[in-house]
Structures are given as C-alpha cells and as structure tokens.
C-alpha cells in the first residue's frame, strides 16, 4: 500500500464512529461493543477495506473487526464504510503485533490476511504477517477450533508461509496455488489488490490453517 500523508487523516480517525479508540478496554468483552454474541472475526491489514466490509453485509450474524495500522489507509475505509448500514463492523488503527492487549484468549474465531506486505528480504522475515511471532500473537487470541485464512499473489511469500506455519506448530488444512481455478474458490469475496494482481494474470495462493489437534 503506498503511503502518503492526508492531512486530517488522524483527527478523522480519532473521531469516527467507526473505530474503537481504546481497544484495551474491551479485551474480553467484545461481545457487549457489538451488543450479541456472535462469533468475531478479524482481518488483519484490511487496507482500503473492501474484502471485511462485503463480508460484513454478507453475514449479519458474524461480528467483524478490520485491523489497519496507517490512519492514512483506514480513512479510505471510512469513507466507503459511511455508505453502509451495518452494525457488525469496527476498525481498529493499531499494529497487529499488539492484538493480545486488545483480545483475550479465545476470544476471535477467524483471521484473514489478505496480500499482506511480503518482506521480502531475510532480516525482515518476522515483520511477514505469517512469521512465528505473528503466529504466537493469533495462538494468544484464537478460539480452540479457530481457523487462519491467507491469500497473496506473492509466490515467495506463500512458499515461506507453507513451511513457517507448520514450523510454528500449526496445520495447513487446506492450500491452492491458482484459488480462481479451484474448488476453495467457492465464495470467495475478492479484496482490493486481489482484483488488481488477478487483472495482472497473476494466480492467487490460499492457505486455511488451524491448530494441531
Ligand atoms: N488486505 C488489503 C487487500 O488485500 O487489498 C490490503 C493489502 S496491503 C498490501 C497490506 C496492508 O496491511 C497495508 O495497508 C498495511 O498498512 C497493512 N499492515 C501491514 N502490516 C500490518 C500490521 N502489522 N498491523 C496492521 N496493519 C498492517
């Protein structure tokens, strides 16, 4: 996502509606924010927001919750969410890193990650949003029976990713290096940058991951 700076962008954010300005004080009770208890379900690096908020109007009775950390990025989510009647959807303009302050465990039922930032180089391998220590923060926060859904075009992310998960003590239930040709293509919502790099002729990988059990 390019960067850059919008002026106003953080005083929208601090005033919006729309986003949960102390997450910590709702750790373990997100059920009463959105008022049912629902199961909650989470996109980490939402972006622009498009993917999270169709499945929100798709799904009435699951909560949802987009995670984006540039209040510059979120604002665009925003502006489209101000067009939507919905009340299964906040935002959070946090670094997922911290999820566990914000989530107590077992609390989240589902994360998506969505044509996360690949890092490609090896010294930033732990910033990928599918390295150890982000696999550690999901296992703080994840119900037992909690699945992991990630998609990329990036062929060398999603090969790191098939090894680092498993290493990290989790199980790949299910993977597919061309999802618009394949069975695990069935319902599924295109994000922003997915319709971009599949227009490119590039394939999209899935993974679904869960725990061992
Ligand atoms: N998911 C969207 C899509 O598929 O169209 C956006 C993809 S964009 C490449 C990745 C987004 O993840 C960026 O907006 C970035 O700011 C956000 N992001 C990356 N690392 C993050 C982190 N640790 N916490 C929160 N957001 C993060």
Redesign the pocket.
């Known amino acids: 996502?390019r960067l850059r700076h919008i002026p106003g962008a953080e005083e929208a954010i601090s005033t919006s509606p729309y986003v949960i300005q102390e997450p910590a004080l709702h750790k373990g009770s997100w059920n009463q924010v959105f008022g049912n208890d629902n199961p909650i379900e989470i996109e980490?690096?939402?972006?622009k927001g498009r993917?999270i908020m169709e499945l929100a109007q798709k799904n009435p009775n699951i909560n949802y919750i987009g995670?984006?950390?540039?209040s510059s990025?979120l604002l665009r989510g925003l502006q489209k969410r101000a067009g939507l009647e919905l009340d299964n959807i906040y935002f959070l303009c946090i670094?997922?890193?911290a999820m566990a302050e914000y989530f107590a465990p077992g609390e989240v039922n589902r994360i998506y990650l969505?044509?996360?930032?690949p890092w490609p180089k090896d010294r930033h391998a732990r910033r990928r949003?599918t390295s150890p220590d982000f696999m550690a923060v999901y296992d703080l926060i994840l119900a037992k029976n909690g699945v992991i859904e990630f998609k990329t075009d990036n062929r060398g992310l999603f090969d790191y990713s098939l090894e680092a998960i498993p290493e990290a003590g989790w199980q790949i239930k299910a993977h597919t290096f061309d999802l618009h040709h394949d069975s695990m293509n069935e319902g599924n919502v295109m994000?922003?940058?997915?319709e971009k790099f599949s227009s490119m002729g590039n394939p999209i990988c899935k993974l679904v991951a869960g725990r061992n059990v």
């Open positions: 996502m980490v690096g939402m972006g993917f995670i984006e950390r540039y990025v670094d997922a890193k969505n044509f996360s930032d949003l994000t922003e940058y997915e």
